[in-house]
């Protein structure tokens, strides 16, 4: 019987989307913190946050959780980021 070898590559496909201009400073800005809901993403985010408002200024923080930590986060989620200066999509193996 021979040998059948896969190839689960696919070919690239050039994107579109850009990376958005990067901010002169986080002073005064609203920072989201989006957590993939793994055991230890709060202690992290949580010192994330402390750092983000005594060293950079960060006037508001946006704490959200993504439903499944395996899938994107949902569009409303998305949504509602949207009004933050900034995200921060963590992990927390």
């Known amino acids: 019987m021979p040998l059948i070898v896969l190839d689960p590559t696919s070919e690239s496909v050039p994107s579109t989307a850009r990376m958005a201009p990067a901010l002169s400073s986080l002073a005064g800005a609203t920072v989201g913190l989006l957590d993939n809901g793994k055991a230890n993403v709060t202690p992290f985010l949580d010192h994330v946050e402390t750092v983000l408002r005594s060293a950079h200024g960060v006037r508001d923080v946006v704490r959200r959780r993504k439903a499944n930590m395996s899938a994107p986060a949902a569009p409303e ?3 509602e980021l ?3 200066d900034a995200v921060v999509s963590a992990v927390g193996d």
């Open 82 to 84: 949207l009004a933050c």
């Open 77 to 79: 989620l998305l949504r």
